[in-house]
């Protein structure tokens, strides 16, 4: 799912600046290369494809995120994690 | 990275804090941090400005100017965001999201925005939170040519022939005294109007305010435009001071000041109010009222007082006074439209805003 959203993103962005489609690839941080605008449409975008392609919405612009967002938008694998813990979260409770 | 999220009551304890004035640089002014902690729209416990620090240094900030919008009989607080600026070596740590986000999540997701520069666009409107209101259109009247100006600016390097510029100005500049004197002559444009200067908004004024200003989004009242007057985000002063310089935003021009102009009738009864603001050589009109048959003569009125202030440009965004310029006929070098924006954040799409009135100084718009 998230590889479809950075398929999305790279849409959005010119072939010199596009996220390769890697766990471990760097989103924001000192060797990041998302900028405001940019990961603030990865967010939109990861909201929206969550709720579209496993049928359930997560919020990821509450303070709980935001207190943390060099951990969870570090790589996308880290993005990653906190979906599914933020999924199981909900399931469990 | 650490955000600090300060509210009315935590900027008054920084006004008094030596520590807070430290940083390389500044997210607020001291007289701008005055002002936050005078709005009568805020709360006490209001976040108005959010601040990322890196290190104990400032990589970025928010301002948020709460304020109340109105439609019908219900009331709604928001926040206006302003002075948005992020250090563009943290660029790509997030911090402007996280600014953003933080703001909407303090104010229940009811934010507005007026104006704003393209980088700030391009942020909103990636978020998909907002919603852009009818654009607020004026008129932009060039009342003095201000070669010098307008090259100087474009092409610094022909600075050297500032004088040739400067002597083709002032002979332009008396050309315009002329054709204004003759236009002053043959046309009686105060039409027996007379004024009141105030600095402050009177009784008779905030009453007048008040039944005139029923289809306003945000119906500014006697205190909400006393503050405006009162507590300035541009002082008049020469030089930039040693925090102007650590502040990214405008804190000084070498001319700003409001003044409220009450105009009256022959027969004495008062038949409109306007706020004007003078910034170096522009005089914008942020606020006015009146009812439609008099619009000509403030129009009239306010035309008479941006020649007597000797301004070069004067930009209006009342559409009546708007409507009412060409009647005038008085002399000018040249007119264009001009328009503000204004978005609301989609939690405030429930408003069943149709029939509402923009001021040229709504939003954080009457502060620059």
């Given amino acids: 799912m998230l590889f479809n959203v950075i398929d999305e993103l790279n849409e959005l962005r010119p072939a010199e600046e596009h996220l390769e489609k890697n766990l471990m690839a760097p989103l924001i941080g000192d060797s990041g290369r998302l900028d405001s605008a940019a990961l603030i449409n990865l967010i939109v975008l990861t909201e929206q494809k969550t709720a ?42 | 990275m650490e955000i600090k999220a300060f509210t009315v009551g935590d900027l008054k304890t920084a006004l008094l804090s030596a520590d807070f004035w430290q940083t390389k640089t500044l997210p607020i002014t ?22 990322a620090y890196q290190d104990s240094q400032v990589i970025g ?16 607080k928001i926040g206006w965001l302003t002075s948005w600026w992020v250090d563009p070596s943290f660029a790509t740590t997030g911090v402007g999201a996280i600014l953003l986000f933080q703001a909407l999540n303090a104010y229940q997701q009811k934010l507005g925005v007026s104006g704003g520069s393209k980088e700030a666009r391009k942020v909103l409107d990636a978020s998909q939170k907002f919603t852009a209101l009818k654009t607020l259109k004026g008129l932009d009247i060039k009342f003095r ?9 474009k092409r610094p390097a022909l600075k050297i022939f500032r004088v040739v510029f400067k002597i083709f100005d002032d002979m332009m ?68 001071d040693s925090s102007g310089r650590r502040y990214y935003f405008s804190s000084r021009s070498n001319r700003f000041f409001y003044l409220g102009v009450k105009v009256f009738g022959q027969d ?18 942020v606020y006015s009222y ?14 008479y007082q941006a020649l007597a202030m000797d301004v070069s440009a004067l930009s209006l965004y009342d559409g009546q006074l708007v409507a009412s310029f060409p009647e005038l006929g008085c002399p000018y070098w040249s007119t264009k439209g001009i328009s503000r924006g204004f978005s609301l954040s989609k939690a405030l799409a429930e408003i069943p805003l149709t029939n509402y009135r923009l001021h040229g100084g709504d939003g954080d718009l009457a502060f620059y």
Wanted: aromatic share 8%.
């Fill in chain 2, 173 to 240: 500049d008396e050309i315009v005294n002329l054709r204004n004197f003759f236009w002053k002559r043959r046309n009686d444009i105060c039409q027996g109007l007379t004024f009141e200067y105030i600095s402050l908004i009177d009784e008779e004024t905030g009453q007048f305010i008040q039944r005139h200003h029923q289809l306003d989004l945000t119906r500014k009242e006697k205190a909400d435009l006393n503050w405006i007057m009162a507590y300035p985000w541009i002082l008049s002063a020469p030089l930039k």
């Fill in chain 1, 52 to 93: 579209e392609e496993l049928g359930r919405p997560i919020l990821l612009t509450d303070d709980r995120t935001m207190s943390q967002v060099k951990e969870v938008f570090g790589t996308l694998g880290n993005l990653a994690e906190y979906i599914q813990r933020l999924l199981s979260e909900k399931r469990d409770g």
């Fill in chain 2, 61 to 76: 900030y928010l301002g948020i100017l709460p304020d109340k919008i109105f439609v019908n009989d219900a009331v709604y």
């Fill in chain 2, 145 to 153: 040519l201000n070669v010098t100006g307008a090259i100087l600016g």
């Fill in chain 2, 268 to 285: 004495s009864r008062m038949v409109g109010f306007f706020m004007l603001k003078v910034r170096d050589d522009r005089m914008s009109i």
């Fill in chain 2, 290 to 303: 009146c009812e439609s048959q008099h619009a000509l003569s403030i129009v009239a009125a306010v035309v």
């Fill in chain 2, 30 to 51: 001291k007289h701008r941090a005055i002002s936050y902690s005078h709005n009568p729209r805020a709360d006490n416990d209001d976040s108005v400005l959010l601040v």
